[in-house]
Nanobody
Framework: VQLQASGGGLVQSGGSLRLSCAASGFPLDYYAIGWFRQAPGKEREGVSCISSSDGRTFYVDSVKGRFTVTRDNAKNTVYLQMNSLRPEDTAVYYC??????????????????????WGQGTQVTVSS
């Protein structure tokens, strides 16, 4: 069982990136997938979540209107489209899931403690 985040890189402020979270060893379409990020010296924070049963999505306020999470079950992959990037978006981005849970916890999806399968992160750096 593995999750792998990819697609990070260096981009100028205002630019865009699309991150991918690929799953192997399990069918991702039965699980909610959360996106998190961790900047140097800061705690890991939730960014977004997408449910599996109805595709419902959740975003923290700091990324609403700029980030979009989608899933392609045929490719066993979840994407995080990030537009209008800001220097404060610079962080290592991770995807994660909670075993046996198909939908995002509507009130607490952003809390890392709920997730027990984590992928390796991908670095996103936004220059000013």
């Amino acid at each position: 069982v593995q999750l792998q985040a990819s697609g990070g890189g260096l981009v100028q402020s205002g630019g865009s990136l699309r991150l991918s979270c690929a799953a192997s060893g399990f069918p991702l379409d039965y699980y909610a997938i959360g996106w998190f990020r961790q900047a140097p010296g800061k705690e890991r924070e939730g960014v977004s979540c997408i449910s599996s049963s109805d595709g419902r999505t959740f975003y923290v306020d700091s990324v609403k209107g700029r980030f979009t999470v989608t899933r392609d079950n045929a490719k066993n992959t979840v994407y995080l489209q990030m537009n209008s990037l800001r220097p404060e978006d610079t962080a290592v981005y991770y995807c994660a899931t909670e075993r046996g849970v198909p939908d995002c916890r509507s009130g607490t999806y952003y809390r890392p403690i709920h997730y027990d399968w984590w992928g390796q992160g991908t670095q996103v750096t936004v220059s000013s």
